[in-house]
C-alpha cells in the first residue's frame, strides 16, 4: 500500500477548492471590494465612489524610495531625501507607488492577494501606470525596462494558486508599460515578511532570491513590480540578484506603499501624520 504524504493529499483538496471558489464567482453577482455593493460584472470589482476614496500617497515625497516628507521637506524648503534609503543598494535607484498602504488601499490588497479576487488586479495595474512611467525616466536604459514580478516561495504558490505580484506585472505589461519577464525564483526557505520589523524583515529575506537563467544581457534595466512596499527589504534583495546577473538600474513599483514615521522608528504606520 502506497502512503501518501500530507502534501498530496492536500492537492486534491485545494483543487476542489479553487474549483468551487470559481464556480461560486461565477453563479454570485459582482460586488465592491471595499463597499460590497453590486458592480457591473464587466467592469473592475471596486466602485466608483470606492476608486475615487482610495488613500493617494501623500507629497511631497523622497525621490528615491516615495516615502512622504511632510513637514520635513517644508522646513528645508528643497526637495530632499528621508534618509531611511540610505542603506539600499546603489542599482535601486527609485520607488514610486499611487496610493498609500490604508484604509481601502489595504483592503484591496487583501482581496487579491488572501481573498483571490483576482478580477481586481487588471484595475491595480491601470493605477499603477503613472507610478512606472515615472521610474522609466529615471533608469535611463536603451530600451524599455523588463517588468519583474517578485516572485513567491513554491509552497505559498501552490497554497494561494497564483503570484499576486505576477497578476499586477501582467497588467501592466499587458497595458503597454514594458516586456514581462518572470527571471526571478525564490529559494525555500525565509517565513512571511508580514508581522516583522526592519532588520528582521531584511534578513528574512537577504540571498533569498536568485535568477532563473544564467545570462540577461548587457546595460539592462528592470523594474521590480509588488503589491506593498515596506522598508523594501524584498526590493533590496530582488535588486541585488538582478545586479549580479549584469542589471545596472533596478527600480521598484507596487500599488501601495506603507507609511512609515521619520523619527528613527522602522515599524509602519496605519496612516501618514505630517
Given at each position: ?18 474549483t468551487?471558489s ?6 454570485v ?18 466602485c ?34 528621508c ?14 507607488a ?7 488601499a ?10 483571490r ?7 491595480m495595474?491601470a493605477?499603477?501606470?503613472?507610478a ?17 514580478p ?5 509552497t505559498r504558490?501552490?497554497e ?11 497588467g ?5 508599460l514594458?516586456?514581462l ?31 532563473r ?8 534595466t528592470?523594474i521590480?513590480?509588488d ?11 530582488c ?11 533596478v ?5 501601495a ?6 523619527d528613527?522608528?522602522?515599524s509602519?504606520?496605519g496612516?501618514?501624520?505630517p
Open positions: 500500500m502506497v502512503r501518501l504524504t500530507r502534501t498530496q493529499r492536500a492537492r486534491p483538496l485545494r483543487r476542489l477548492g479553487r468551487a470559481a464556480a461560486f464567482d461565477a453563479l453577482p459582482a460586488a465592491c471590494v471595499g463597499c460590497r455593493r453590486g458592480v457591473a460584472a464587466a467592469g473592475p470589482p471596486l466608483a465612489l470606492c476608486r475615487s476614496r482610495m488613500p493617494r500617497l501623500p507629497a511631497p515625497r523622497c525621490p528615491r524610495c516615495a516615502q512622504p516628507l511632510g513637514n520635513i521637506a517644508a522646513a528645508a524648503g528643497e526637495p530632499v531625501r534618509g531611511t534609503c540610505e542603506s539600499w543598494p546603489e542599482v535601486l535607484i527609485a520607488a514610486d499611487p496610493f498609500a498602504f490604508d484604509s481601502l489595504a483592503r484591496t490588497v487583501r482581496a487579491l492577494k488572501y481573498d479576487w483576482r478580477a481586481i488586479a487588471p484595475w495595474a493605477s499603477m501606470a503613472t512606472v512611467e515615472s521610474v522609466v525616466t529615471r533608469l535611463e536604459g536603451p530600451a524599455a525596462p523588463w517588468l519583474v517578485v516572485p513567491l516561495a513554491p504558490l501552490r494561494r494558486g497564483f503570484n499576486q505580484a505576477e497578476a499586477l506585472a501582467r501592466l505589461a499587458d497595458g503597454g514594458g516586456p519577464h518572470c527571471v526571478l525564483e525564490r529559494r525555500p526557505g525565509g517565513g512571511r515578511q508580514a508581522g516583522l520589523r526592519g532588520a528582521l524583515r531584511r534578513a528574512n529575506v537577504q540571498g533569498r532570491f536568485r535568477l537563467a544564467d545570462s540577461i544581457g548587457d546595460d539592462r528592470a521590480i513590480v503589491d506593498v512596499l515596506t522598508t523594501g527589504a524584498t526590493a533590496i534583495a535588486a541585488e540578484a538582478l545586479a549580479e546577473a549584469g542589471f545596472r538600474r527600480a521598484t513599483v507596487s500599488f506603499r506603507t507609511l512609515r514615521p521619520l528613527g522608528d522602522d509602519p504606520t496612516a501618514y501624520r
